[in-house]
């Protein structure tokens, strides 16, 4: 028998990746294809099931071993029922696909939330190797987080665990998707920023964004948000700033509750903005919590990039299995 490996997918929305990983977690293959989230669970598993056979038929021609399948997915997941609970994005509402996975491919499967992988995944791999009190935050068209607590993930009583997006702000705030007003993903996800400067540029406050745009708010990237900032439109920086004052808002209640060492935080603002964007997020965090307990806190940048779900699903599976990933986890230094 050859060398052990694990197939690990980032299972979203929009786009599937999968990816091959040896048990020091490095990358020797990975598949990438859309996904209509909005299809039915059959034509979304096919898919599924046709990336990971694609992997394994790659694999077994060398004649390696396929430890298991670790998964993550856009919902909280009861980590022994491997049912997807609540995806609002993914049409695979209460669909066993743990079993599914298993019968098919006779082998150990592992579906976890992919905010909770992707921040696992940072603190076995990325920006937070070697800390042990690590929450992830992760901006993008919702706003995902993980809690590692003490050297290990926190899944709560139902897996249900750091579902940060969902902390209230603002009573009077946004609607949000989950139904409740001023949650934190309503008022500072990427896809709040894209709305609030849609507003701008509808009604003449943004001439630059309003030039660029049309109607579309699916244009409303990253890029073009720092583009009109660039180009004098002095109220998309206010929005930005804003966004970055509320997730500190948001983390200063999260190091009163939690006393973290380090917050992992990633997404498209995230890498457009960089720096001064962290650095506001952090100054907001500090003024939104005890001055005792934020003294020592870091908001660093995450570093895996789109590799941090699959790494992180493969890394909780090993750990399953009793695998050791060969990386000097959870020594400082
Ligand atoms: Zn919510």
Redesign the pocket.
Known sequence: MGPSYIVAIDLGATKLLASVFDTRLKKLDRIKCNVAGSESPKVVFDLLCQAISDLIENLSMSGDNLLGIALGVPSPVDPAKGVIENSPNLALNGFPIKARLKELFKCPVLVENDANAGTYGEFIMGAAKGYKHVIGLFQGSGIGGGLVLNGALYRGANGGAGEL??MIIQLEGRR???G?YG?I??MASRLAVAKDVMGLAISGQAPYLASKLGHDITAIRSGLIAKAIENGDDKVAEVVNRSADQLGIAMGNLVNIFNPELFVVGGGMVEQFGKPYIERISASMKAYCTPYLAENVKVVPAKLGDDAIAMGAAALLMDELGVSVVSGRGKKG
């Open positions: 997006g969902h949000c998707g989950c409740h949650c993903e309503a």
